[in-house]
């Protein structure tokens, strides 16, 4: 569903720490932001309320598009995901998304994940994946290697990352048929507080990384 915020809360939005994301408003027109997926109240007290990546990205181009895709019932500490889905490897690209406004996104939202893991981690770290990040593994990934520059693969297989989920628990696997272009890959996602391991396929004998959020 597409929710446009009203004047109002657009004013919210705008008035917001720049470098925080703190908004200040009545209760109402807290839960109105936090509804459209624009704002989340954190966990713990005074459970103040902070922008998502959604939010970030309104306040920062307010002469931008009015409406913002975000689902009405996201909850608010997983809006990071539910506003904008990093390109994984294999799919059919949107128009516009080699773009410079699909790079403007892509770095947006990776700075909103940042932001969430300061708020969300007891000693404001941001140097190791967040609770989300945990729960929607090769999004994340992705996420982290897009905001990096890494090209995706397309459809027709060609160069590019491919992120897919594997049988083990908390873990991805990257693939890139490039291996200056893996371990490309690899040292990104170890910057981003991932823990990884390059392997060998069995029987194509492909290369891949095996990557899990660092927890410590």
Known sequence: ????????????????????????????????LVKRGLAFRHPRPPHDHFLTPAGHRIREAADGPDVVAVASEAPAASAAGDVFAARVGGEEAAPGDAGPARLREVRGAWQGLLE???????DGSTDRPCGWERTHLVRAAALAL???GHPPA????????????????????????DGTAL????????????QVGEHTEPRTRARYLLASPRKV
Not at 13 to 31: H, S
Not at 154 to 162: C, I, K, L, S, V
Not at 184 to 194: D, I
Request: hydrophobic share 40%; net charge positive; proline share 9%.
């Open 1 to 32: 569903m597409a929710l446009s915020p009203t004047a109002a809360q657009r004013r919210v939005i705008a008035a917001a720490d720049p470098g925080t994301g703190r908004v200040k408003g009545t209760e109402a027109q807290l839960a109105a």
């Open 116 to 122: 969430l893991r300061r708020m969300t981690h007891p």
């Open 146 to 148: 897009e905001a990096a």
């Open 154 to 177: 397309g459809p027709a297989g060609d160069d590019g990352y491919r992120v897919r989920a594997t049988p083990q628990p908390e873990a991805v696997a990257v693939y890139e048929p």
């Open 183 to 194: 371990r490309g890959c690899a040292a990104t996602l170890e910057r981003a507080g991932w």
